[in-house]
């Protein structure tokens, strides 16, 4: 026998290492990028990094091959023949500018509405919304209105924060966790990261959701909710806990707007506030029966109060949902949950909520002046997002949630949600929405925000919608964050109005990013005479997508390890409910092709449009590229879109003049930093003194804003009071009764709308862990893992029309109907169906060989969702308050069609644009450099 | 080198949390993308962006659904790598030496300087452990990523094996199972983790933790204040706010 | 198992020349000349031959020659022993029988003791592998030896032996194919062992861990229709062990020995795709697939 062999144990790792940070989702984690001969050869987490402590999901430890892929685009493109043919031809940056000014400036001096700017999932938002706003277009939004604005918008209404990324359970002192419709979300890491933390400590998870996979594969006990029908267990849940009496009356009334008095009398008021001569609600304190300010020093609301006829929050609330309609017994079978199951969860809830309950020794003081030795720890946590929010009564249910997680006394208490600054912030710290379009001119304030009433809403002189996607119309009254799945179909509609040049940044609008994409495809070719429906097509996009093929001029981006990007306090910072924090991307390897970060190019653009704010006096450009504008731009003086290393010396965080080594410094500590909150302010921040001068020194806010949670909500009530008629700006009667049932002041239930006969199942779709929607299938590893889709069916589904591995299914919805691989789980709510989202690719787009399995058997289920509700007035096929695109609310019909080996529908084969090359079937070695890809 | 060390030092290996594991894939490309620039070749693709895509991986997450007895349906992800065993059976069957086991600390290894890529290995080894790299036409497996776990090149916090350092939940856990000692010991002694396929006779040093127990908590249900229903809200609040 | 070619090539040939060589060395077919030089080459071919066939499924078969350093462990090291011994012991009795030097048989018997040692080792590497239950047997070895005579005896006319041994390899086969069928069962291994989640109850697939082929999928598992496996079942009995008995029994002697190898030669790649195609590796089971 030989001796074994020595092998190399401490070979070096890289020659550098170069700190940036993730991409591959809204999660941004800190990467550590290694470099062998200058050239990417590693990627891992930054283990100092708030978010990621070190891990990495199957994206980012492959984000080497986002860059390597061979569908990157490789110069900017001309459109030479009809939309969607492929014909392109590539162009100079200098072409491709002056082409993009000569398309725009005659729409900013005449009509800048006819510009309509987009932006997928942009971290970006500050910047592409202040460039829009210099613009004067009132035509822009983000992702938000189709991805979760309901979970937003519900949050903040309610409690000046939200699910998504902005706040998380206390990790370290929850002892109960419970998930509403999570397959993943944008707060990737940190999830797993905390369940991780709860399975180590034996905490128990909870996973209320259709589907038993991923964390609810994980979950200790498993609720498979009948889709759309959260809201009514929700509600039920409450209905149990007043019942016993389960809820923290001491934090309703010192927190809450449940000692407010609500207006009874029949009339315009009705349901409002009862105020005092200082326009303000008040209470009743309990100690003497007389009206106290809500935020006095020593008040006790009484929750209990009459007075003057009129009775509080609470009670109102408490008749509500005491009543029989919302017992478990009532629900479950809407709900397909077991009422005694139902029970069992109120039972879990009350009991770590209250018998766990626990004080923590931290001494605060709150707003009112009290100073309190500990606070109360209410260790019970929830979290939600699209599986409550993707549905058309996504926004009334995710308001029951909160009020739930409120009765309980668990928001912001130790052991509970705690949430992330720059939140809490309250609606009356939010903008109202801009949108009035003057040629030539700036819009006068941020297209996005809170209305308050009906007088905030985006109309015109005549009623119709100001804004070309109907956001803050009656149609969609709180969309915060606009609706971009509804601006193609609008304008093509031309309903409100045309529109002349399209402008779309990283949003896969002609594939999987738009309900009924077939339709779509053809809105985007749509002529008419010889003109295209929609004049001209900017977008932007790294990759060879779908969309591209769409576009008549293409700003080819940057991937994530080539340029500057910054991750701002501004739009979506990485903070953590311990610290603020933010960060940046830098180029830690350079471009080896003509294309530029997009940031940059569009500051190029405002400059050359002459925009304000990016142009000197002289009119010459103000900023080189982004790179200076993230440390040279302020927003309000000394607030700028990085907070870490300001003033001339960098010492100084939050406010401070702007550091020209600000990206240095940044870059040195690894791209991050972080301001820590006082131990102090660490909970209850809403209410607590000592937060609210840390935000205020931080520059989150100029003045302390404390509030109260919003259990009525006066805002709502103000919408339906002109659903009832009153006020002078009315909705159009056709939206009137809608706007009644879903504009309730206090949480409620509605069936999901737009529901047709005949059609028996739920539709879902759920995000792979592994995927990030359309372009992960560039990706050489991840395609392997995850190349193709098939619809799982339920047991009963599965059984009773006999289906068998390798069959297909005809899946109809009144808007179309797709033919589709089908498997089966067991582990699912027997009136549901799914399939992982956005895995179906179009032949011939990514670089993919045509017969890539992706687009030969993958399929979208996008087809059979309609963007705009059955009958007349094209109504969006969204939340009636917020215009959240109302995925998840999606039915119907199966039918088994035997084997098969093609999914249907099948498009034309895209041709492929002007690329990198190579790719294609290549035999593949070497992943980076080194003769592979490129 | 055919033959198996007697004994080993130590028995380095991975206990793998069934309860905690979410499936995330992130272990699995983890592992790739540390061992395509790591131990050996790289490792190759075929027809990467094509119609029939596979390459190499050493570490793969499949999911099962079971039936229990009671209460619903349950989905388990279950992550398969080398499982370091005792009795490796790709050890003596390779004709070259190329497969050993090492003394010191019991990895499993190949020395891809002396494989064939004859496969019979991959065929004597129950697990699936091993891959052929098609392009280099030797036998790829997992390293216990040897090459970080010893490397005086990484921070000491960081010399794991890449997939235990990623997973995001903390559902991999690696160390000396002969130290009965140790964290991974404790775990397995604690959770009663379990070895793969005993009837191979392998002895895996790699251990599985069961995925606890599901279901209701069994907690007492609520005891209504009184009957609302009787009282009406004022019944109710009555009891209720004569808390405060 | 993926019934590759050339390892079907390869152990179906390499079996018979070893078998060819095994009954010239033994002397069993005294011939002398042109006559000797004919069969010894045939015999040398085909073993060669085969051996030559299975570095094609080699990945690096430059280095081919490291499968000689693990005899004390490997099975397939021992055959890469044997096999080259055999060949060099036959030798001289080879050039014996061609130049007529009349060397004594001891060596042709010894080289014929090699020749069978190669065999099986050969059948030794398949039988050896617990993962392969069907495999996982003394019947396995038994099998090739008795292949590997009875294509020896065939080519080389021996009767009655060919007929005893045509005997012999069919109630092998049957006996092998009746085992073989219980045998993945009686092993244990289940996806619950595999997996260990059988205290869950019983596991299926739900996801597997990659959308399209990898190697294991690709070498490990293989899916032969029942029927098809019946009906080839029959025609590998008949072709390897009946058919040729028949032939030999009733046609003279050098159109019988053409005849008979090549309706036996049919037979054995029946079987020996069937041995491959028929064997599932407990991998099968983490992929739904037994
Ligand atoms: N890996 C990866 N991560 C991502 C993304 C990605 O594409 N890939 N995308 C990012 C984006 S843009 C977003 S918006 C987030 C979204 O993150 P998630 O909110 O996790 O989004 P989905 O995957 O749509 O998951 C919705 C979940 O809700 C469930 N569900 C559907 N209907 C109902 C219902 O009526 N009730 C309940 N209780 N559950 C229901 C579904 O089964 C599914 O599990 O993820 C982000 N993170
Ligand atoms: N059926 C169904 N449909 C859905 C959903 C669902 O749950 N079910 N979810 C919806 C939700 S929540 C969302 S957020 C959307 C996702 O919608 P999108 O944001 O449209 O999704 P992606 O497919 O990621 O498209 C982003 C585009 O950005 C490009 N890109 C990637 N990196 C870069 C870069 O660095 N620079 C530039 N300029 N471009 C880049 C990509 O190539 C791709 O073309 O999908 C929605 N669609
Ligand atoms: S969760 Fe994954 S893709 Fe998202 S930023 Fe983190 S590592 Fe990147
Ligand atoms: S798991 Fe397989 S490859 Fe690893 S040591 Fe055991 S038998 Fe060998
Ligand atoms: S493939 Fe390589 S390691 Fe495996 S048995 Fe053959 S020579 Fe040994
Ligand atoms: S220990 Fe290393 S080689 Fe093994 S599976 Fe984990 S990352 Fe891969
Ligand atoms: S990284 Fe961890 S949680 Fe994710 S699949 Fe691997 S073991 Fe499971
Ligand atoms: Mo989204």
Redesign the interface.
């Known amino acids: 026998m030989t001796a074994e062999p020595r092998i190399e144990r401490s070979p070096p790792v890289s020659d550098e290492v170069r700190k940036t940070t993730c991409y591959m989702c809204a999660c941004r984690c800190g990467i550590n990028v290694h470099l062998k001969d200058g050239r990417v050869s590693y990627i891992d987490g930054n283990r100092d990094h708030p978010i990621n402590k070190g891990v990495l999901c199957a994206k980012g430890a492959s984000g080497i091959m986002q860059v390597t892929a061979p569908s990157r685009l490789r110069a900017p493109l001309r459109r030479v023949g009809p939309r969607g043919s492929g014909a392109f031809e590539e162009i100079t940056w200098e072409e491709a500018l002056e082409t993009a000014v000569s398309w725009l400036r005659p729409l900013r001096e005449t009509a800048p509405e006819r510009l309509a700017f987009f932006t997928g999932r942009d971290q970006s938002q500050s910047l592409t919304g202040w460039w829009a706003q210099a613009f004067g277009t009132p035509n822009y939004a983000a992702h938000g209105g189709f991805c979760s604005v309901n979970m937003a918008a519900a949050g903040i209404y309610t409690m000046g924060g939200a699910f998504w990324e902005f706040g998380q359970p206390d990790w370290a002192r929850t002892e109960l966790f419970v998930l509403f419709g999570v397959a993943e979300d944008h707060d990737s890491n940190p999830i797993k990261i905390g369940i991780g933390k709860l399975k180590a400590r034996g905490v128990r998870v909870i996973s209320v959701n259709p589907v038993r996979t991923g964390y609810s594969a994980v979950a200790d006990d498993w609720y498979g909710i009948t889709p759309g029908t959260d809201g009514l267990l929700i509600l039920s849940l409450i209905h149990c806990l007043l019942e016993a009496g389960k809820v923290d009356l001491d934090y309703l009334a010192r927190w809450t707007n449940a000692g407010f008095l609500v207006n009874g009398t029949e009339g315009p008021e009705k349901g409002l506030f009862v105020k005092n001569a200082e326009s303000q609600p008040f209470v009743i304190d309990r100690r003497n029966g007389q009206p106290a300010p809500w935020d006095g020093r020593d008040t006790e609301p009484d929750l209990g109060a009459v007075w003057d006829g009129q009775r509080t929050v609470f009670q109102l609330m408490a008749e509500e949902y005491l009543r029989p309609d919302h017992a478990p017994e009532a629900v479950a079978e809407r709900c397909g949950i077991p009422a005694a199951r139902i029970r069992g969860l109120a039972a879990e809830l009350a009991q770590a909520a209250f018998d766990k309950a626990f004080l923590h020794p931290q001494p605060w003081t709150d707003f009112r002046g009290n100073r309190h030795e500990t606070m109360q720890g209410r260790p019970v946590s929830f979290h939600a997002m699209r599986g409550i929010s993707a549905h058309s009564n996504g926004f009334q249910t995710a308001r029951a949630l909160h009020l739930l997680q409120i009765l309980l006394g668990s928001v912001e208490a130790p052991g509970g949600y705690r949430l992330k600054p720059p939140y809490p912030k309250p609606v009356e710290a939010h903008p109202t929405p801009h949108f009035v379009a003057t040629p030539g001119k700036p819009l006068t304030g941020p297209h996005l925000g809170y209305v308050r009433s009906p007088a905030d809403l985006a109309l015109r002189q005549d009623g119709s919608p100001a804004r070309i996607d109907k956001a803050f119309s009656w149609d969609a009254p709180l969309s915060a964050h606009g609706l971009m799945h509804m601006v193609i179909p609008n304008a093509v509609a031309g309903d409100p109005y045309r529109i002349d040049t399209l402008f779309l940044y990283m949003a896969n609008m002609a594939w999987n990013s738009s309900m009924n994409t077939a339709q779509v495809i053809e809105m985007l070719t749509a002529k008419e005479g010889d003109a295209y429906v929609i004049p001209r097509i900017i977008y932007s996009d790294a990759y060879a997508s779908e969309t591209v093929a769409y576009a008549d001029l293409i700003l080819p981006d940057t991937t994530y390890l080539e340029r500057h990007d910054c991750i701002s306090l501004l739009d979506r910072p990485i903070s953590e409910p311990d610290a603020a924090g933010d960060s940046i991307r830098w180029p830690v390897v350079e471009p080896d092709r003509d294309v530029r970060g997009f940031q940059s190019v569009l500051l190029d653009l405002g400059a050359r449009l002459g925009l304000p704010g990016m142009v000197d006096d002289a009119g010459r450009p103000k900023f080189r590229d982004y790179a200076d504008y993230m440390a040279n731009h302020q927003r309000r003086p000394g607030v700028g879109p990085l907070m870490g290393f300001r003033g001339a010396d960098g010492s100084a965080t939050g406010r401070g003049a702007p550091n020209p080594d600000q990206l240095d410094r940044y870059i040195a500590a690894g791209g991050f930093h972080q301001a820590h909150l006082p131990s102090e302010a660490a909970y209850m921040k809403p209410w607590n003194a000592a937060y609210q001068d840390w935000a205020v020194d931080l520059g989150l806010y100029d003045t302390p804003q404390p509030y109260l949670f919003n259990i009525w909500s006066e805002t709502l009530r103000r919408f339906q009071l002109a659903a009832e008629g009153h006020g002078p700006r009315q909705p159009p009667d056709h939206l009137r009764e809608r706007l009644r049932v879903a504009m309730a002041p206090l949480p409620v239930w509605y069936p999901p709308m737009g529901e047709a006969e005949g059609y028996p199942v739920h539709a879902l779709t759920q995000r792979p862990m592994d995927m990030y929607h359309s372009w992960g299938s560039q990706n050489a590893w991840l395609r392997q893992i995850r190349g193709k889709n098939a619809l799982y069916l339920p047991t009963a589904i599965w059984e009773a029309q006999g289906f068998a591995e390798g069959d297909y299914a005809r899946v109809t919805s009144p808007t179309g109907e797709i033919v589709v691989p089908v498997a089966h789980m067991a582990a699912l709510n027997p009136h549901t169906v799914w399939t992982w989202n956005a895995i179906g690719k179009r032949r011939g787009a990514w670089a993919l060989d045509p017969e890539a399995p992706e687009a030969v058997e993958g399929f979208l289920l996008n087809h059979l969702i309609s963007e705009v509700l059955p009958g007349a007035h094209r109504i969006s096929n969204s939340d009636p308050v917020t215009g959240q695109a109302a995925w998840f609310d999606q039915k119907v019909r199966i039918e088994r069609v035997g084997p098969r080996a093609l999914a249907e529908p099948q498009f034309p084969v895209l041709p492929d644009p002007p690329r990198a090359g190579a790719g294609r079937g290549a035999n593949f070695r070497r992943k980076f450099g080194r003769g592979g890809a490129a | 080198m055919t033959a198996l060390p007697e004994t080993t030092a130590r028995k380095l290996g991975l206990v793998i949390d069934l309860d905690t594991c979410v499936g995330c894939q992130a272990c699995v490309t983890a592992c790739k993308g540390w061992n395509d620039q790591g131990y050996g070749v790289p490792l190759s693709d075929q027809d990467p962006y094509g119609a029939d895509p596979s390459g190499v991986f050493l570490n793969r997450v499949h999911a099962y659904q079971m039936q229990p007895p009671e209460g619903a349906s349950v989905v388990v992800n279950f992550p398969r790598s080398c499982l370091h065993c005792e009795v490796a059976p790709c050890v003596t069957v390779c004709p070259t030496g190329a497969s050993f086991k090492r003394a010191e600390d019991g990895i499993v290894l190949v020395n891809e300087d002396a494989c064939i890529g004859c496969g019979l290995c991959a065929w004597a080894c129950p697990y699936g452990a091993r891959e052929m790299d098609a392009a280099a036409g030797v036998m790829k497996k997992c390293t216990l990523c040897v090459d970080r776990i010893y490397n005086d090149n990484l921070a000491p916090e960081d010399r794991l094996p890449a997939c235990v350092r990623t997973c995001p939940t903390g559902a991999r856990h690696f160390g000396d199972l002969s130290d009965p000692g140790s964290a991974v010991s404790r775990l397995v002694a604690e959770r009663e983790g379990y070895a793969l396929m005993p009837e191979m006779e392998t002895k895996p040093v790699n251990r599985y933790l069961p995925p606890r127990r599901k279901g209701a908590a069994g907690v007492a249900p609520l005891v209504p204040l009184v009957d609302v229903q009787a009282t009406g809200l004022a019944g109710w609040l009555d009891r209720m706010l004569g808390k405060i | ?1 993926h019934p590759a070619p050339s390892v079907i090539l390869f152990t179906v040939l390499s079996g018979l020349g070893f078998g060819v060589l095994a009954v010239l060395g033994l002397g069993a077919l005294p011939l002398a000349g042109w006559a000797a030089a004919f069969a010894w080459g045939l015999g040398y071919a085909l073993a060669v031959g085969g051996l030559g066939a299975s570095t094609f ?5 430059q ?2 020659w ?5 005899w ?6 021992r055959e ?1 022993w044997a096999s080259v011994a055999a060949l060099l012991v036959l030798a001289p009795t080879a050039m014996s029988d061609v130049f007529g030097w009349g060397l004594p048989r001891i060596l042709g018997g010894l080289g014929a003791a090699l020749a069978a040692l190669a065999v099986l080792c050969t059948g030794m ?1 398949y039988a ?5 239950p069907r495999w996982n047997h003394w019947i396995t070895p038994a099998l090739f030896l008795a292949f590997a005579a009875l294509g020896g005896a065939i080519v080389t006319v021996r009767l009655p032996w060919a007929l005893g041994l045509c005997a012999i390899l069919a109630g092998l086969l049957v006996a092998a194919f009746q085992r073989g069928d219980g045998a993945f069962a009686a ?3 289940t ?1 619950g ?5 059988d ?18 999928t ?3 598992i293989f899916v032969v229709g029942r029927r098809h496996a019946a009906k080839l079942r029959v025609l590998a009995v008949v072709l390897a062990c009946l058919l040729p008995a028949a032939i030999l029994a009733a046609l003279p002697a050098p159109v019988a020995a053409v005849l008979a190898t090549a309706v036996h030669l049919a037979g054995a790649f029946a079987a020996r795709w069937l041995f491959f195609a028929e064997a599932e ?3 099968g089971l ?1 992929y739904g697939r037994r």
């Open positions: 198992m499924h080699l990945g690096n078969p280095r081919a490291r499968a000689f350093s693990q004390r462990t490997s099975w397939l090291s890469a590497i050896q592998l617990r993962t392969v092993r244990g291994a996806l062992s595999a997996t260990g989640l205290r869950l109850g019983a596991p299926a697939v739900f996801e597997l861990p990659h959308s399209g082929p990898n190697y294991l690709r070498e490990m590796h407990v991998v983490y």
